[in-house]
């Protein structure tokens, strides 16, 4: 224990890490089925899901390599 909190080793953080990615990707198809639903949606709304899915986008990306340096230091 650290300053009274329980110490967590890497392969519980990279479960974490992996439950967000999935939450992001989830995320993303749905901003993608609603850029391209045909639905009238207001200009702003679309830029709005459009900068959305952008930041999402690179959250995952970030995500990805946070996942995979992990694997690679526990060797898995």
Request: proline share 0%.
């Amino acid at each position: 224990m650290l300053a009274g909190r329980l110490m967590r080793g890497r392969g519980w953080i990279k479960g974490l890490r992996q439950d967000e990615a999935r939450q992001v990707r989830a995320r993303i198809a749905e901003l993608e089925r609603d850029l391209m639903a045909t639905t009238v949606q207001g200009r702003h709304r679309r830029f709005e899901a459009g900068n959305e899915l952008r930041v999402a986008k690179f959250r995952l990306a970030r995500l990805e390599e946070c996942i995979a340096g992990i694997a690679e230091k526990c060797g898995a």
